[in-house]
């Protein structure tokens, strides 16, 4: 008989695409292309807030480090998960999958506490215009991104040390395309309730305080606007504020409907699904609805593609 130590998984395997063997190249193809455009979008979207000093401001300070943590974030799954849809095994180490585990909740953390900050600026932007280059400082802005990637780089080693100290002996294999939380929780061969309750309150408290904090923003916001006199300038603050609001409709309801729900209701395929839809659609959503639908930013991106063209001339 083996040995525990002996039985000890040291590889996990992926089975997030089993059902799927015919089609895996054609998903290869397609998942190749959204990433290499979404790289290019963000790309452009942050050499372009860079390049032009008009959109040197809070707002696109936030954006620009929402498109490198959202780069990053595809980063750390979509290319491990385009390899593995042309291999025959997919596998990844054990200290991959805590690797890979601990970065992409770090990154995700982050952007729920980022998505809070902008929601603050936003506020400050309407509710204080006299004061808003005074409240919303480069120190300012740079503290705020500082403590949203404290909180999530908090949260992600707590949750990752907790999920990869439980004895994994029996089963290997995750019915996902990466390692998130419940389907390495599901193979672990046993977890306390007390561990299954400390990540559920962490993965509560980081959806909840920063929508909460966004949500109150917005009540003042909302009640702000509503008191402007002309129709063109409630209608200028709100286009400000609409493309915010989509993005933490789409980013909390997907993360809600993952990390929220009772163990009982798990299903592999539904989370796989969702978790597609944030890993890879919502990375190639976000840079449209914040940047290249706005009047701002195209003009600025004329600007600096104008620049490029005229340097060689001279």
Request: aromatic share 12%.
């Amino acid at each position: 008989m083996e040995s525990v130590s002996e039985m000890v998984v040291r590889e996990f395997v992926f089975l997030g695409f089993s059902s799927l063997a015919g089609l895996q190249q054609l998903l290869f193809v397609i998942f190749l292309l959204l990433y290499l455009f979404t790289l290019g979008t963000n790309a452009i979207i942050i050499s372009t807030i860079v390049l032009d000093r008009a959109l040197h401001t809070p707002m696109y300070f936030f954006l620009t480090v929402l498109s490198c943590s959202e780069t990053c974030y595809t980063f750390v799954i979509v290319p491990k998960m385009l390899v593995d849809l042309l291999a025959q095994k997919k596998t990844i180490s054990f200290l991959g999958c805590a690797v890979q585990m601990f970065t992409f909740l770090f990154l995700g953390c982050s952007h729920s506490f980022l998505l809070a900050a902008m929601g603050y600026d936003r506020y400050v932007a309407i509710c204080n215009p006299l004061r808003y280059t005074v409240l919303m400082g480069h120190g300012v802005c740079v503290g705020l991104v500082a403590a949203a990637c404290a909180c999530g780089f908090t949260v992600a080693q707590i949750i990752t040390s907790l999920v990869f100290h439980l004895p994994f002996h029996s089963s290997n294999q995750l019915h996902h395309f990466f390692c998130d939380i419940s389907p390495v929780l599901k193979v672990a061969s046993c977890h306390t309730h007390l561990s299954q309750i400390v990540i559920f309150m962490l993965c509560a408290l980081v959806l909840v305080i920063p929508l909460s904090l966004i949500l109150v923003s917005y009540i003042h916001v909302i009640s702000a606007i509503l008191q402007f006199p002309s129709t063109l300038g409630r209608y200028k603050a709100f286009s400000t504020c609409a493309s915010h609001l989509m993005v933490v409709t789409v980013h909390y309801g997907c993360a809600s409907f993952i990390y929220l729900r009772p163990q009982s209701n798990y299903s592999s395929s539904q989370d796989a699904l969702i978790s597609m839809s944030y890993s890879i659609l919502t990375p190639l959503f976000n840079p449209m609805i914040y940047s290249l639908r706005n009047k701002e930013f195209k003009s600025a991106l004329h600007r600096v593609v104008g620049r490029m063209i005229s340097l060689p001339q001279h």
